[in-house]
């Protein structure tokens, strides 16, 4: 089971959140996009763009924050938080 965990915030508190959860047989890297798809949906946002900041930072901690700079259009929060929670 893999499961993604996904937080929008705005001035340190957490307005929305939402767990994706995936049994495919899909590589990680798949299962990552699939959910990250899904939670833009969930929370009515264009996808954002990930930066060599946002790469390194996910590598590291399985976790990662899109600001401002990540997304095309204007966000109504400060960062969308992606975190994998569970992985097979």
């Known amino acids: 089971m893999f499961r993604l965990w996904a937080k929008i915030f705005k001035d340190n508190r957490m307005l929305q959140d939402t767990v994706i959860c995936d049994d495919s047989a899909d ?3 798949h299962k990552i996009f699939r959910a990250l798809d899904d939670v833009c949906y969930q929370f009515d946002l264009g996808k954002p763009i990930w930066l060599d900041a946002t ?12 600001y401002q700079d990540n997304f095309i259009e204007q966000i ?3 960062y969308l938080e992606i975190h994998v929670i569970e992985e097979d």
């Open 76 to 78: 109504p929060f400060d």
């Open 55 to 66: 790469i390194s930072e996910f590598k590291r901690h399985d976790k990662a924050r899109f």
């Open 27 to 29: 590589t990680r890297t």
